[in-house]
């Protein structure tokens, strides 16, 4: 805990710790027209996953793309339409004997637990050597995340490692969905969806900005869903690109910390300066995000520790489930690092970060 969080401790009346719902933190500040249609489908799957029946389910499930991507203020739509990427797979979401007496909130918040594309961008693993530039693709992401021409749809865009990443999220998800000892199963996957997709989906800006270099070097443009029209080969529009992914990339882990801190099980599994802003601010994710923006990019005497880690450093999240983690963490004392400490933020939420 910072020394200045901790006055505010000391000195504060500590609020009462507030459950927080993962379907309700993922929906706040997206388009408004793109939450309201997410919730309109996520009507009838709750109905149909929560009563037993043999029909399959043939609705949609994936939401319309859309050129504006947040209901920040001010914000301008982007030359490409951006949907929601579902953290848990759509072909779980199909299989009703998966989630068998599952219930309407819980059902919610794994239907819910989702991501804008846009934010799912990631360096690719380089080659080795002095390879050509344009020979390899240094950054990718979801689909339409990255593309090579300024052009709708998903002509252009550059997804190299998409498969691997999102095996790996499915199969950390899969551990967890088949850990029928947990207390709260379906509440445990709501939660693994997200720290998978944090893990594996989006790359945090110490590991994008070894990319630089090796994007400037590119013979032709990239361009990013999140920064527009402007060429990722110049510094700056790197820098915003970086930006709105770390913007995303770190709320997503304030607010998947702070459903984790809401539940007294999954609480020890929180990281300290996390868990700390959160309880200071009643588990308000938002509030302690800020709090922490705050104060990291403020008298530095004060300032919290922050976690400067190249790439992810949470453990391998398909050899426990989310329960053996939090069960091996009582038992030992020992924090198994299901989710990873806070690290830098940009100084302001960059214009296209969500609302």
Same mark, same amino acid.
């Given at each position: 805990?910072s ?7 000391v000195?504060?009346k500590m ?17 408004p027209v793109?939450k ?5 489908l %996520?009507?009838?799957?709750v109905?149909w996953?929560?009563?037993?029946g043999a029909?399959?389910y043939n609705?949609a499930?994936r939401?319309?793309a859309k050129?504006?991507?947040t209901?920040r203020p ?6 490409v339409?951006t ?14 004997a998966n989630?068998?007496?599952?219930? $309407? ?6 239907f819910?637990?989702r991501?804008r594309t ?9 080659p &080795?050597?002095?390879?050509a530039p ?5 950054i ?5 995340a990255?593309? #090579?021409?300024?052009v &709708? ?5 550059r997804t190299?490692?998409?498969?691997t990443r999102d095996h790996a999220r499915e199969h ?5 969905v088949?850990d029928?000892?947990?207390p709260n199963?379906?509440g #445990?996957?709501?939660?693994m969806?997200?720290l998978?997709?944090?893990k ?6 110490t ?14 443009p990239?361009?990013a ?5 402007? #060429?990722?080969? %110049?510094p700056?529009h ?7 992914v770390?913007e ?6 304030w607010?998947?910390?702070?459903v984790?801190h ?5 609480s020890?599994?929180?990281p300290p300066?996390? !868990?700390?802003?959160? &309880?200071?601010?009643?588990?308000d994710?938002h509030?302690?995000m800020?709090?922490f923006?705050? #104060?990291v990019?403020?008298?530095?005497m004060?300032?919290?520790?922050v ?11 398909d050899g426990k489930s989310?329960h053996?983690? $939090?069960?091996k963490t009582?038992?030992?004392? !020992?924090r198994q !690092?299901?989710l990873s400490d806070a690290?830098?933020l940009?100084?302001?939420?960059p214009?296209?970060s969500r609302g």
């Amino acid at each position: 805990m910072s020394a200045r969080n901790s006055v505010r401790y000391v000195m504060g009346k500590m609020p009462p710790k507030q459950h927080r719902r993962m379907a309700r933190l993922a929906r706040k500040g997206l388009n408004p027209v793109v939450k309201q249609q997410l919730k309109q489908l %996520q009507t009838p799957w709750v109905h149909w996953i929560t009563h037993p029946g043999a029909a399959a389910y043939n609705a949609a499930i994936r939401v319309t793309a859309k050129p504006l991507l947040t209901s920040r203020p001010g914000a301008l739509p982007t030359f490409v339409g951006t949907g929601l990427d579902e953290n848990v797979a759509t072909r779980l979401l199909k299989q009703r004997a998966n989630l068998a007496g599952i219930t $309407a909130p819980q059902a919610e918040d794994i239907f819910g637990s989702r991501s804008r594309t846009a934010d799912l961008v990631w360096r690719t693993a380089h080659p &080795g050597g002095a390879p050509a530039p344009g020979s390899w693709e240094p950054i990718a992401g979801h689909t339409p995340a990255i593309k #090579d021409q300024l052009v &709708g749809g998903t002509k252009g865009a550059r997804t190299s490692e998409h498969n691997t990443r999102d095996h790996a999220r499915e199969h950390a998800i899969n551990t967890t969905v088949a850990d029928v000892a947990s207390p709260n199963r379906f509440g #445990d996957i709501a939660v693994m969806s997200s720290l998978a997709t944090i893990k594996h989906m989006a790359s945090p800006s110490t590991e994008l900005n070894l990319a630089k270099a090796d994007m400037a070097a590119m013979p032709t443009p990239r361009y990013a869903a999140l920064t527009g029209t402007g #060429d990722l080969r %110049q510094p700056h529009h790197f820098d915003s690109l970086v930006a709105h992914v770390q913007e995303e990339r770190e709320r997503k882990k304030w607010e998947v910390g702070a459903v984790m801190h809401g539940d007294d099980r999954l609480s020890p599994l929180v990281p300290p300066v996390i !868990r700390s802003y959160l &309880g200071t601010h009643g588990n308000d994710p938002h509030k302690a995000m800020e709090s922490f923006r705050r #104060d990291v990019h403020g008298w530095q005497m004060f300032a919290p520790p922050v976690n400067t880690s190249v790439s992810s450093d949470t453990r391998n999240l398909d050899g426990k489930s989310l329960h053996q983690m $939090a069960t091996k963490t009582q038992q030992t004392g !020992r924090r198994q !690092r299901a989710l990873s400490d806070a690290r830098i933020l940009p100084p302001v939420a960059p214009g296209n970060s969500r609302g």
